[in-house]
């Protein structure tokens, strides 16, 4: 009698081991797409930014991007979305990587951006204005959506980008900053690469 009721416990005690660790399993599931790349909403994108800027250095990505941009399949490739204005998002974007002494950064904007006509695109060159004095000064070059993003999925091969999406609803607004090294640039690199012997 007590061997039967001994075995029934221990059976019962199995099965609700079963259940919670299955639970858990799905939970942990849930939280991830297919290819483990985490999709957060998050309200604190500031904090969010600022510790991933203090891991990330030369060859890391930072986009602020716009409502359209596509979540892409390489783990290594982090989107939050967030329900700010994207050019308030530049804004710090920029000024804390200007904080930063261990990084800089190139910035890119889609070439494309300059031949959307406003009457396709409401809002675009109000936009494109207000972009234009927020990042006055920096060194921002103009390239092909496409050739951005190739530079992009390239690096991503090896390093981590963070995505910012936004909401904003105007074509070919993505900003894309490239972090560099903040206390060494390609001039010395070069001349380094030039006084080391073959």
């Given at each position: ?161 963070l995505i ?6 105007i074509p ?9 090294c903040g ?16």
């Amino acid at each position: 009698m007590k061997y039967k009721l001994l075995r029934n416990i221990s059976t019962v005690t199995c099965l609700i081991l079963v259940l919670f660790s299955c639970s858990d399993r799905t939970k942990q599931q849930n939280n991830r797409t297919p290819n483990s790349q985490v999709i957060l909403e998050t309200q604190d994108w500031k904090s969010e930014l600022v510790e991933t800027l203090k891991l990330f250095g030369h060859r890391n990505w930072i986009v602020v991007a716009d409502g359209a941009y596509p979540k892409q399949s390489n783990p290594a490739i982090k989107t939050i979305t967030i329900a700010e204005s994207q050019l308030e998002v530049v804004r710090f974007v920029n000024q804390y990587i200007e904080k930063s002494v261990h990084v800089d950064a190139n910035i890119f904007i889609d070439k494309e951006m300059e031949f959307v006509p406003e009457k396709d695109a409401n809002g675009i060159d109000a936009y494109s204005a207000e972009l234009h004095e927020l990042l006055a000064g920096k060194p921002v070059k103009k390239k092909l959506h496409e050739d951005i993003i190739g530079a992009l999925d390239e690096s991503a091969k090896l390093f981590n980008v963070l995505i910012i999406k936004t909401d904003l609803t105007i074509p070919y607004t993505s900003v894309f900053f490239q972090l560099e090294c903040g206390y060494w640039n390609a001039t010395a690199e070069e001349k380094l690469r030039r006084n080391i012997p073959n």
